[in-house]
């Protein structure tokens, strides 16, 4: 059963680049079947995706962030990663990764997230 | 952008009751591009359905999805007390490639 756990500071400060890793476990993430994306939510909030990535390399972003936004893997850890520059207090929020399927077994649903990480910008 | 509505804001019903919630998109999504997500406190959102009416893996069959178009429906059909959540509808699309509804909070009545 594949889990997925994110890890990075929980604070920054304000200008400063937000930096998370998810570790992937019980799966591999050059899976082909999947893409893997970060998402986040502030507090008392609805969703907002972040950006994805897949295994061939390719990336996509939420335009209103992707300006900021780096997303990485490191296939030898069975690690994914997020840099956000230049965060402000607007950016904080709980960060979660997910799996999401490639239009095979859930067609494009997020199938397993993380448990979420809590990210506070402040000074 | 596919903007995606969700009503209502809350639900208020007692356990065994039927719950039905509301998802609609700005423009027209296909079936395959529309999920649920079950959302408790302080956890992760849970996928529940998939493609607008296919249940995820070990998700009760009191939860079923239905539409297509514009117009989407989650249906509970008798409330358990670990139901009484918030649900989000979230959409496949081209850029962002992925969107969420803002949410309905089934509360206990």
């Known amino acids: 059963q594949v889990q997925l756990q994110e890890s990075g500071p929980g604070l920054v400060k304000p200008s400063q680049t937000l930096s998370l890793t998810c570790t992937v476990s019980g799966g591999s993430i050059s899976s082909g079947s999947y893409y893997w994306s970060w998402t986040r939510q502030p507090a008392g909030k609805g969703l907002e995706w972040i950006g994805r990535f897949y295994t061939t390399g390719s990336t996509n972003y939420n335009p209103s962030l992707k300006s900021r936004i780096t997303i990485s893997v490191d296939t030898s850890k069975n690690q994914f990663s997020l840099k956000l520059s230049s965060v402000t207090a607007a950016d904080t929020a709980v960060y979660y990764c997910?799996?999401?399927?490639?239009?095979?077994?859930?067609?494009?649903?997020?199938?397993?997230w993380g448990q979420g990480t809590t990210v506070t910008v402040s000074s | 952008e596919i903007v995606l509505t969700q009503s209502p804001g809350t639900l208020s019903l007692s356990p065994g009751e039927r719950a039905t919630l509301s998802c609609r998109a700005s423009?027209?999504?296909?079936?395959?591009?529309l999920a649920w997500y079950q959302q408790k406190p302080g956890q992760a959102p849970r996928l529940l359905i998939y493609?607008?009416?296919s249940r995820a893996t070990g998700i009760p069959d009191r939860f079923s999805g239905s539409g297509s178009g514009t117009d989407f429906t989650l249906t509970i059909s008798r409330l358990e007390p670990e139901d009484f959540a918030v649900y989000y509808c979230q959409q496949y699309g081209s850029s962002p490639i992925f969107t969420f509804g803002p949410g309905t909070k089934v509360d206990i009545k």
């Open positions: 423009q027209s999504v296909s079936r395959s591009d």
């Open positions: 997910t799996r999401d399927c490639n239009g095979d077994s859930c067609y494009y649903a997020m199938d397993v």
């Open positions: 493609g607008a009416s």
